[in-house]
């Protein structure tokens, strides 16, 4: 029990952990160059099915810009089957340019060249010569040194004639090439290579063999080395492995990023072990209620079991071990289940066994796990045979139900849940879209702060550490398939995120796809239903008890047969009339509806008049009709807001890089219209619901937000009125320079109230019913700036995201803003100063700066910046490692080459070696230099970021300052 307890409190901190396998970070040391993509030379004979006068469905757009070039991405790519091209000035049908990629599904269509078909080679061979940085005697030492995460293009250079759909950066290939030694002691082990994402299509090779490609840019995939010939053990022995990465290719159209955006893993098992996402827990409550806390009289446990054998003789005698514990380590049940003979060199679908367990407490100890209240529970599951532990996963659940209703909506625990939600693409100022987990845990922080519950990600799997954390802050929400096609590739795909996905008390249903990719990425009704019905046959197989939804839109493809195998009926920007509409229409079978994308309301920070490349921050009327749309019809499962950061991409018209749908900007900075929502959704929530069991669970204080700047108008009237958003209060006194007016404002959202613009500064004060104040907030008329303030937002309570103090794992992100002010602290709303930072002294370095201006195309990679309406946002990643035990120490030193550390700038170090501040300075010109100390930490279990959520989940204020 007390090695239970132990491994507990690593489960709640760190996720899933497996304790008998070894995980070994493999994020330190690439080399990365973008070198011009190999084209192919590729005779007319290399395909020999002419398929001109042919439009094939279920096919990939790629970048090629002539149907020569679309020919030779084909020929260059082993898993291409066929290739076709469309002129994109012919203005009808299906859109033109280059797609390649497999199609049994073809029709004539005299629009489309193609010469253009071959039968697929084996993907285990490469087709064509491989290039020279594939092998191990190339030289790479010229290449940049990295650390993973980390995305290629972002680095590439803003200019008009790049796709306004890329953010206007050039999509481009990379080569990654990672030199590694494995221990001499994991010799006759499983050894693999985890993946979390790589973006878009990898081909991969180990010591010059070509191993395999993975064509999907957002799923898992493991690369297994112990079964290449010549793969090598032992001090000296060193193994290289090649990744191609090909982000020209993307169904995109907002910025998708390059390479690596995820955490990579090294992992040796015993040849017996448990397959990867192959432990499933099923909790079941029994007799649940609501009764102020969230509790049960007991549940049944469905454990389900996966086992792989890599080793050439049968395995018998085995049997599973499995515990449940409570967060605090109390035993709740314990049983063991007999294993039978497992098959040398198994091959999925793995043998499959079932643990049933059944137990009853008292009230007091079982918890539901519910958006109030995240209360996790742990399985830790042992399989061993007769001479000990072979294989052992630990991982964490919820226990909770979830229902939906026609008439009811979203059942969480037998009460209505109502959603208010955000969707949201995952890429940030600086780091595109290799966040990091720390800005994983800001984001979701934010969303929270920002009155949401509930998260649809657009349009993609979601990364494990993403859900962890949903899972520690009670947040519910959606992965989304990326492609809806009618093949294998995307098959595979629905499959992997539904594997990676299903034990996740947060995940409460699953998208099949978002608007028109439900239809156009087939482009048949044959094509649709076969897709529709494989997907829903997946989906039964992985997790029979998972919801299933789909963004659609009605004039596109509601009723068809997507509608017919989903759980729920998603809607894309649809108003109450369609909704009531459809509510008992027959098209859609009952079934329950959500709002799976709504309200996109552009704005932007400190803007209070539009201009061809900013919009106006104020969209108060905006939020509150097209949100209401949905929340108000009592029926609807709930709303999810386009979107919750702004994203690169979809800007367009240069220099316009990134949308302005968000409620925060590109640097996280808050907008107005995330006051807007707070008080929508957290202070004034009146949905029907249960009163607070949709709420997050924050400490939030009454809310006066003015929304309008009070700097004079640049041309025409003096402003005329001003809006000032309310939260929890009665009334609102404005002051104008001691010039005062009092507005009632009770169950308002916001008030407007006319005003005549003098310079100094207008005071919003909430009243609440006794006419005390309660809140308040002011704006001033932007001084001269003569100073500047630093402002850790992440890691630091304020914003829930950890107690000031960056990890020293060589990953961790630390979110600091300079605000350009005047002696007296006031912030200077017009400065556009350029600010430039350096690192003095610690264990830190700069990852890039960023303002959050949706038009600014200065390079995010950069050390300096200039400001955005008075605010600039640099960001600073670890360089030490000293957060390990001495034996994952060891490993870690074994296994990367020191003098790789030392070019990616990571040293390492025990963890009882005392921590060094991090120094960071910003300079501009004209202004006084100021400096920045940032204390670093090596305790995961206080400072790690699933520690932090834990800790943060409840009973936080989030202020959005």
């Keep these: 029990v007390k090695m239970a307890v132990l491994t507990l409190l690593q489960v709640i901190l760190f996720g899933v952990c497996v304790a008998s396998r070894e995980t070994i970070d493999f994020d330190f040391g690439w080399r990365v160059s973008k070198v011009p993509e190999v084209v192919y030379s590729c005779p007319r004979g290399t395909f020999p099915i002419n398929l001109t006068g042919t439009r094939c469905n279920g096919l990939r757009n790629h970048a090629a810009t002539d149907q020569f070039h679309c020919a030779a991405a084909c020929c260059g790519d082993p898993l291409c089957a066929l290739w076709q091209w469309k002129s994109p000035l012919i203005p009808t049908g299906p859109s033109g340019g280059c797609w390649i990629g497999t199609s049994d599904d073809c029709t004539p269509d005299a629009d489309w060249i193609s010469f253009g078909g071959r039968t697929v080679p084996d993907p285990n061979k490469h087709p064509f010569p491989m290039p020279p940085p594939s092998f191990r005697n190339f030289s790479d030492s010229n290449w940049k040194s990295v650390n993973t995460p980390y995305d290629f293009q972002l680095d590439g250079g ?200 059944a137990f009853d407490v008292s009230l007091s100890t079982i918890h539901l796990w519910s958006i109030q209240s995240p209360y996790l529970y742990s399985a830790i599951v042992t399989l061993a045979n007769s001479d000990g532990p072979l294989d052992q996963v630990n991982m964490t659940f919820g226990i909770r139900t979830v229902q939906f209703v026609h008439d009811k909506g979203f059942l969480l625990n037998d009460n209505t849940v109502r959603h208010t939600g955000f969707c949201d693409h995952d890429n940030f100022a600086a780091t595109g879209t290799a966040l990091g987990d720390r800005i994983h845990l800001f984001r979701a922080q934010n969303l929270r702060a920002a009155g949401g519950n509930a998260r649809r990600f657009s349009h993609n799997a979601p990364q494990t550490k993403v859900l962890d954390i949903y899972d520690r802050l009670g947040i519910v929400s959606m992965p989304e398939h990326r492609n809806f096609i009618n093949g294998s590739v995307q098959y595979d795909a629905w499959r992997a995120m539904i594997r990676a996905d299903r034990n996740h008390p947060s995940v409460v249903f699953f998208s099949f796809c978002n608007e028109g990719h439900c239809l156009y990425d087939i482009g048949s009704e044959t094509g649709v239903t076969l897709a529709a019905d494989m997907m829903a046959k997946i989906a039964s197989e992985e997790a029979p008890n998972i919801n299933t939804t789909a963004n659609m839109s009605p004039n596109v493809n509601i009723g068809d047969e997507i509608t017919k195998v989903i759980d729920v009926q998603g809607f894309s920007h649809q108003t109450d009339s369609v909704f009531q509409q459809y509510y008992n229409d027959p098209a859609i079978e009952g079934k329950p509806m959500v709002a799976s994308e709504c309200c996109s309301c552009q704005n932007d920070r400190d803007v209070t008049y539009s201009t061809p490349n900013h919009d106006g921050a104020d969209q108060c009327s905006c939020a509150l009709l097209q949100s209401n749309w949905s929340l108000g019809l009592p029926y609807m499962i709930g709303s999810y807001t386009w979107t919750l950061t702004d994203y690169m991409g979809e800007g367009h018209t240069y220099p316009r890089k990134s949308s302005s749908y968000g409620q925060f900007d590109l640097s996280g900075f808050p907008k107005a219209m995330a006051y807007m929502y707070r008080a929508m959704w957290l202070n004034n929530r009146n949905l029907t619901e249960p009163a607070g069991y949709g709420t997050p669970p924050l400490a939030f204080k009454p809310l006066v937000r003015i929304v309008q700047t009070w700097d004079a108008p640049s041309s025409g009237s003096a402003i005329k009125s001003v809006n000032v958003i309310t939260g929890s209060v009665d009334f609102v006194r404005l002051d104008i320079n001691g010039n005062a007016t009092l ?127 008075g605010l600039v946002r640099v960001i600073v990643r670890s360089t030490h490692v000293s957060t390990l035990d001495p034996a994952a120490l060891t490993r870690l030193r074994q296994v990367h080459p020191a003098a790789e550390l030392a070019n990616a700038g990571i040293t390492l170090g025990n963890m009882t070696d005392p921590t060094k501040d991090i120094v960071i300075q910003a300079s501009s010109p004209g202004l006084p230099s100021i400096t920045m100390t940032l204390p670093t930490s090596n305790n995961v279990l206080n400072d790690g970021v699933l520690a932090v959520a834990t800790a943060m989940a409840t009973n936080v204020q989030l202020p959005l300052e």
């Design 743 to 869: 507005t009632p404002c009770k169950g308002l959202n916001y008030v407007s109230i006319p005003v005549v613009y003098a310079a100094g500064s207008i005071t919003a004060e909430g009243l609440d019913q006794d006419k005390e104040v309660v809140a308040t907030h002011t704006m001033y008329t932007s001084p001269v700036p003569t100073a500047m303030v630093f402002q850790l937002d992440a890691p630091v309570e304020r914003t829930g995201t950890g107690y000031g103090r960056l990890l020293n794992d060589g990953k961790d992100l630390a979110l600091i803003r300079v605000t350009l002010t005047d002696d007296n602290g006031i912030i200077s709303r017009t400065a556009s100063n350029n600010v430039t930072f350096t690192i003095v002294s610690g264990p830190g370095t700069i990852v890039g700066t960023d303002n959050g201006d949706p038009a600014g195309i200065e390079s995010e990679v950069k050390p300096w910046h200039s400001a955005y309406h």
């Design 158 to 357: 803003y200019a008009a004639n790049n796709s306004e759909s890329n953010g206007y950066l050039p999509r481009n290939v990379s080569w990654y090439r990672k030199h590694f030694y494995l221990p001499e002691d994991w010799a006759g082990k499983s050894v693999f290579l985890e993946f979390e994402s790589v973006f878009h299509k990898t081909d991969i090779i180990v010591n010059d063999q070509y191993i395999d490609q993975h064509p999907q840019g957002y799923t898992q995939f493991r690369v297994r080395l112990d079964n290449i010939s010549g793969i090598r053990y032992g001090p000296g022995n060193e193994n290289l492995l090649v990744l191609y990465v090909d982000a020209l290719v993307s169904s995109a159209w907002w910025y998708s990023g390059g390479g690596i955006f995820s955490n990579v893993k090294l992992i040796a098992t015993e040849p017996v072990h448990f397959a990867f996402d192959g432990v499933t827990v099923v909790p079941h409550a029994i007799g649940y209620t609501y009764d102020g806390g969230f509790t049960a009289d007991g549940a049944n446990i469905t454990v389900q079991m996966e086992l792989q054998n890599d080793g050439a003789d049968t395995a018998t005698d085995m049997f599973v071990d499995v515990q449940i514990l409570t967060p605090l380590g109390e035993l709740q049940i314990h049983s063991d289940v007999q294993v039978a003979a497992v098959a040398g060199h198994s091959e999925p679908p793995f043998a499959r066994y079932t643990a049933e367990l």
